[in-house]
């Protein structure tokens, strides 16, 4: 059972950076896709930036050129960069994976980032 736990979520001011950290428990985003996801209050989950195991990347065009995803494999966590933020960026952000050989699914706890002034 893969565990992944976010951090480095907050509250910050419209135009400041934040960046969240993925960490699982065991080495598994070398080999697998890995996806940010967030959720607003009221809103449906929504995809925003994703690596496959080859560090292809792709993101959301509302983060596009302000979010970046990147991957440490010795420390097996994942990262999102996420600069020049806005109040529409406030949610709760979560980072999720599939395990293809066990057709496993797994979801971090989820962390809130709010952005206010």
């Known amino acids: 059972q893969v565990q992944l736990v976010e951090s480095g979520g907050g509250l910050v001011q419209p135009g400041r950076s934040l960046r969240l950290s993925c960490a699982a428990s065991?080495?598994?985003?070398?080999?697998?896709?890995v996806h940010w996801y967030r959720q607003a209050p009221g809103k449906q989950r929504e995809l925003v930036a994703y690596?496959?195991?080859?560090?292809?990347?792709k993101y959301a065009d509302s983060v596009k050129g302000r979010f970046v995803i990147s991957r440490d494999n010795a420390k097996n966590t994942v990262y999102l960069q996420m600069n020049n933020l806005k109040p529409e960026d406030t949610a709760v952000y979560y980072c999720?994976?599939?395990?293809?050989?066990?057709?496993?699914?797994?979801w971090g706890q989820g962390i809130q980032v709010t952005v206010s002034s």
């Open positions: 999720h994976t599939l395990q293809t050989d066990t057709d496993s699914d797994y």
């Open positions: 065991e080495s598994i985003f070398r080999d697998e896709v």
């Open positions: 690596m496959t195991r080859f560090g292809s990347t």
